[in-house]
């Protein structure tokens, strides 16, 4: 684990991670979604705005788990029709 620090919002928030890269990356997608929320609604509350944009990054996760589901899904399916295709 490597310690580093990610702003979001304005706030400094020191962390521990093993992918530093990673964990900056999904800071600046909290950030960029506060900032967006934030147009719509100026007066919201910052920590409002985090759960909305910790919300919307959530509901993407689950799709896109959904959508790799579907994905290997329909690739053990093909592979099943090369295995038999080959007996």
Do not use: F, W
Not at 22 to 46: F, I, W
């Amino acid at each position: 684990m490597e310690k580093i620090e990610v702003t979001v919002y304005g706030d400094t928030y020191p962390l521990n991670s093993s992918s530093p890269e990673l964990t900056k990356k999904a800071a600046g997608l909290v950030e960029s979604g506060m900032r967006h929320y934030a147009k719509q609604a100026p007066n919201c509350d910052p920590v409002k705005l985090a759960v909305l944009a910790g919300v919307i990054l959530a509901e993407k996760q689950i799709e896109l788990e959904g959508e790799l589901a579907a994905l290997q899904k329909k690739i053990a399916g093909l592979n099943s029709l090369m295995d038999e295709s080959l007996l």
